[in-house]
């Protein structure tokens, strides 16, 4: 197999291609217990190369080089910022997410212009400051992960080196996110540049006009640079031909965002480089991706609902259609929640369903007759049970059975969630210790497995037990108890 093959896709990497390349002493220094299985791990993207240290030896010099290649991306990865204030894009090694998982999720960058008041002169205006807080400060818990906003891109309307260069002055001072500076002016670029030059910002952008500039810029900073060719492929690569052989190394390429009649355009013109990088081994293609959601704002006489509206499902569309950074100008919520959420779908991984711990809860504050209920480690059921508990008030235990990060109704179907683990799973959490009833209350979609349970139960030394079968949908739980609980019978035996 020759290396590009290798890159063209990490289902041609085998374990064995990797493994010949390894030291293959079985010396155990990297925590496996042999070369093999320190390989498959490798392949798998589960461990970097240098936990091998024989491999950084010397004597290995060769076959470390090579492997280094074998296992680089085929998109380039890329960092802006510095430090703990950094962010990866790109390092995708596959095109598509269901042939191995994504890494580095789609950066999302906001926007600020040097043009705007630095605080507000009057009721509704939006300073930049205030700009600049609410995209660092913004978060929303999705099923236990928090989502946040990852950059900010200082744009210059003004054109103005002086006014470019206090406005990123000004943010710098207020954010440790990573910056994206944007102007085609090489002039203006410089001003603002040297103010956040330990920053290492992404510049944005080189076009066939100003290159040269911009890359001495990117070069003398050490900064990842932009590269824009507006609907137009071939001026694309041939930039990042040139740019690469000027020494330019860290690129983020840009084919254009277009709303609207583009939109199709644009699509197309992602996919392509996309594709040529990963299924046709176009070296110039392998670069993260930029896509501008924010252009759609250009969009003349719709109403600021709509231009919100259009930017938002652009920034989905390009999410999916392989942007590796977004820039984006609405702070709405209604367009920031489905971008988020969608980013965090996107970048789970697909083999693994989103899991909670199992084992035993508390809500409020359970004493020995609080009732005992029961649902599955799959995240998004669990944080709808413990939102719905909360909402509700009252004290409650919950034993969370790990069903692999399986739903109730899919785990009951595929064996996932059976009356052993159950037994086995409330024995375990101990909490037949701190109540005095022996009442399990079990979801309505797991009813099925109610009297195998109780058998289950007796089988673990719990006799005496009763299941109770629980409304279908845990929004329901305050009326079930409210018709149920406390139970007429229960014998502690
Ligand atoms: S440390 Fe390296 S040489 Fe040793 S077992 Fe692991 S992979 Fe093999």
Same mark, same amino acid.
């Given at each position: 197999m020759t290396e590009r093959e290798v890159k063209k896709g990490v289902t041609k990497l085998s374990p064995i291609d990797v493994y010949m390349l390894l030291p293959r002493t079985n010396c155990e220094e990297c925590g496996e217990p042999n070369c093999m299985a320190f390989a498959a791990k490798l392949v798998n993207r589960e461990v970097t190369l240098e936990r091998c240290p024989p491999i950084l030896k010397k004597e290995h010099e060769k076959a470390y080089k090579k492997l280094q290649e074998t296992l680089a991306p085929v998109i380039r990865k890329i960092t802006i910022? &510095?430090? $703990?204030h950094s962010i990866k894009i790109g390092g995708k090694l596959v095109m598509y997410r269901h042939e191995f998982t994504y890494h580095n999720p789609v950066a999302l960058a906001f926007d600020v212009t040097d043009?705007?008041?630095?605080?507000?002169?009057?009721?509704?205006e939006e300073a930049l400051i205030d700009r600049v807080k609410r995209v660092e400060n913004f978060l929303y818990n999705y099923i236990g992960r928090d989502l946040t906003l990852d950059m900010t891109a200082i744009r210059s309307t003004s054109n103005d080196p002086t006014i470019f260069k206090s406005a990123v002055e000004n943010v710098a001072k207020v954010t440790k996110f990573p910056l994206i500076l944007c102007t085609l002016d090489p002039n203006v670029m410089e001003a603002g540049l040297v103010v956040v030059q330990d920053r290492r910002p992404l510049l944005y952008a080189a076009t066939k006009d100003n290159w040269k500039s911009m890359a001495e810029l990117a070069l003398m900073y050490n900064c990842p640079l932009s590269v824009l060719a507006p609907n137009d492929l071939d001026l694309l690569r041939s930039l990042v031909k040139t740019l690469i052989e000027y020494g330019v190394e860290d690129l983020v390429l840009d084919p254009g965002t277009f709303a609207d009649e583009g939109l199709s355009d644009t699509v197309n013109n992602f996919t392509m480089i996309r594709r040529n990088a990963c299924k046709g081994g176009d070296d110039l293609c392998g670069f993260p991706l930029i896509g501008t959601p924010i252009t759609a704002w250009l969009g003349g006489k719709d109403s600021k609902e709509t231009l919100a509206w259009k930017e938002a499902y652009i920034a989905g569309i390009l999410m999916s259609r392989y942007a590796d950074v977004l820039i984006m100008h609405s702070l709405d919520g209604w367009v920031q929640l489905p971008t988020v959420i969608w980013r965090f779908n996107i970048y &789970? $991984?697909?083999?693994?369903?989103v899991a909670v711990d199992s084992g035993l809860f508390t809500f409020g504050k359970p004493d020995e007759m609080s009732p005992l209920m029961l649902t599955t480690n799959y995240a998004l059921t669990y944080f709808t049970v413990e939102s719905d508990l909360k909402k509700f008030g009252g004290d409650y235990y919950l034993v969370v059975a790990d069903t692999e990060g399986i739903s109730v109704e899919s785990a009951v179907a595929g064996r996932y969630l059976t009356a052993e683990l159950i037994a086995e799973t409330v024995k375990k959490s101990g909490v037949a210790e701190k109540i005095k009833h022996k009442h399990l209350i079990i979801p309505g979609r797991a009813a099925r497995l109610s009297g195998a349970i109780e058998d289950e139960l007796k089988n673990v030394g719990m006799p005496g037990w009763r299941i109770v079968v629980g409304p279908m949908d845990s929004s329901g739980i305050a009326k079930f108890l409210d018709e149920t609980w406390p139970p007429k019978e229960e014998a502690k035996e």
């Open positions: 910022g &510095t430090g $703990d043009e705007m008041p630095l605080h507000a002169r009057f009721s509704g &789970t $991984d697909p083999r693994k369903p």
